[in-house]
């Protein structure tokens, strides 16, 4: 199952993507993100953990405004493309 990063504030995110069978991990750095497939953030603050200078593949989604469902949604479609 992809991995995907989620901030440490989105608990009800995190949970929702476990749920789903997702192995979620804790964005605590860059090299957090570095090892995902997928990185929720919480939109919140603006470049949180300089993730948008790493040099990384995968998708960074904004939590902010959705529901955890939505947040879902958005990882799974990221994953598949």
């Given at each position: 199952m992809p991995k995907v990063g989620v901030e440490p504030s989105?608990?009800?995110v995190e949970q929702a993507?476990?749920?789903k069978g997702y192995d979620v991990i804790s964005?605590?750095?860059q090299e957090d993100a570095a090892q995902c497939d997928c990185c929720v953030v919480s939109g919140q603050q603006?470049?949180?953990m300089g993730i948008q200078d790493t040099n990384t593949q995968s998708a960074v989604i904004s939590a902010q405004g959705l529901t955890a469902n939505e947040v879902c949604e958005r990882v799974e479609q990221s994953i598949k493309h």
């Open positions: 989105l608990k009800d993507l476990q749920a964005l605590q750095n603006e470049n949180m």
